[in-house]
């Protein structure tokens, strides 16, 4: 009789739990599926849209191309996003192994400092910036933007970085040293190899965020010819009188494109990277 309760139980609590992964799922999923059918739909407005379109086209994608500067704001979210991810993983890492390996006067100071900088989302300083960037004539430039995008994760990069790098054995640097190894060939050899998983996660992080940033582009940018996607998009949609849904869904689409190519490629990197943060952070 108990043996049957448990094995009642068990049943129960497994159809519970697979019912709130299908919930789930259907709610995440479902968004995206309406954005991809709206890309493909006949008509302009958010009333006409839906998941699955009467009259399915690609003109959305062709008038995307033909009649917007969708094309200038891609290519500039993109320089700003390679730019932001090689600047961003090469001072994370830089800074991540002089934390990690190194000792100095002021570190703790130092860590404790990054630790609190990283509680605050970065349009808390927006106006700061704007000052900063007004004086050294860094407005309406993707130099400002890669600037602030690199800045604004180097706190979270470094502590996340640290904690794994903290992990790596100190007695491949004593072994390369006695060797004859510089520090410089140690970083570059040993440790950036070993760190790869976590370097790749980092990488990929600081590269989607300039696709998703809207606030500091919005303040920051203001020629048509520097605009991002975000600030871009954004304009299809905010004008009473310019509408254009459909037009919007099909960029948030194309926006997704790189993105989800890079979780892919580097999926196995990503898994390995959060699995070593969750343990080792």
């Known amino acids: 009789m108990k043996r049957k309760r448990t094995n009642l139980t068990r049943i129960l609590t497994a159809s519970l739990i697979y019912l709130e992964l299908i919930v789930v799922a259907v709610i995440v999923i479902y968004p995206l599926i309406w954005i991809v059918g709206s890309s493909f739909g006949s008509s302009k407005g ?27 704001w891609y290519m500039n979210t993109l320089k700003v996003a390679a730019a932001n991810m090689f600047f961003g993983v090469l001072l994370s890492t830089l800074g991540a192994y002089a934390f990690s390996r ?19 989302p970065a349009f808390l300083t927006a106006i700061a910036v704007y000052m900063l960037f007004l004086n050294f004539g860094l407005l309406d430039s993707l130099t400002g933007l890669v600037f602030v995008g690199v800045a604004a994760q180097l706190p979270y990069n470094i ?22 190894a510089s520090r410089t060939q140690i970083f570059v050899r040993i440790i950036v190899p070993l760190a790869t998983p976590m370097l790749t996660f980092v990488a990929v992080l600081q590269f989607a965020a300039p696709w998703m940033d809207f606030i500091l582009p919005r303040l920051l940018i203001s020629s048509e010819e520097k605009k991002t996607v975000a600030i871009g998009l954004y304009s299809m949609i905010s004008d009473q009188t310019k509408n254009e849904f459909t037009l919007f869904a099909a960029g948030s689409v194309l926006i997704a494109i790189p993105i989800a190519v890079l979780y892919i490629v580097l999926q196995k990197y990503l898994i390995n990277g959060l699995t070593a943060g969750g343990d080792k952070g």
């Open 159 to 180: 502590w996340l970085l640290k904690g794994y790098l903290d992990n790596i054995s100190t007695s491949f640097d004593e072994a390369a040293l006695i060797d004859g």
């Open 46 to 72: 958010l009333a006409n849209a839906s998941a699955i379109p009467d009259h399915a086209t690609l003109r959305n994608y062709i008038d995307l191309f033909r009649n917007t500067d969708f094309p200038v």
């Open 102 to 120: 190194f000792k100095f006067k002021g570190k703790k100071a130092s860590l404790l400092s990054i630790l609190i900088l990283q509680m605050f």
